[in-house]
């Protein structure tokens, strides 16, 4: 198994990525319909940080329901993967039946300035759908390793998991 650095949570995101080259500074206030409601983006800096990256070259795994590509997230897909009782050998998924990583996906990599939706944390980088979470909202713990193994393996720089357990 190839050695990585997990990283939890938006700031952490953010902060990964700022290792990354700009593509270009995302002009503020972006023009997404949503934007002015996004207080997160403003609490962690993500406009300021946006002038040193956009997470241009980056590839962020999700490992969660999956990831339907709605036109938010439309041209941010680094692959879509189904790792759920397949071993380290996933498959090819169809998307996300529970909604929750299309709902991560989105708020780590949403485009901006498309006057859509709402703008990404890291508008740049592109999203590897992990999915390991089913239909019912649950995943088992060899599922998550094996996903997150598939993603370092497969090129992820960052790996994102918005999972909750008993």
């Known amino acids: 198994m190839r050695r990585f650095t997990l990283r939890l949570g938006v700031a952490a ?16 206030p972006p023009n997404d319909k949503y934007f002015a409601d996004q ?7 993500a406009p300021q940080a946006w002038t040193q990256s956009t997470g241009a070259g980056v590839v962020v795994a999700v490992v969660d329901s999956g990831v339907n590509f709605v036109a938010d997230l ?9 790792c759920i009782a397949t071993g380290t050998n996933c498959v090819p998924s169809s998307g996300d039946d529970y909604g929750h990583g299309t709902s991560v996906a989105s708020v780590l990599a949403a485009v901006a300035n ?25 995943a088992k713990a060899n599922d998550i390793a094996n996903g997150v193994e598939f993603a370092a393996d497969h090129g992820a720089k960052v790996i994102n998991m918005s999972l909750g357990g008993d």
């Open 39 to 45: 207080w997160n983006l403003k609490t962690i800096k």
């Open 74 to 82: 439309a041209g941010q897909s680094a692959g879509s993967y189904n």
């Open 13 to 28: 995101v953010v902060l990964g990525l700022l290792a990354g080259p700009a593509l270009a500074s995302i002009s503020y």
């Open 114 to 138: 498309n006057a859509t939706g709402i703008a990404g944390v890291a508008p740049d980088a592109k999203i590897m759908s992990i999915q390991v979470v089913g239909t019912d909202g649950t």
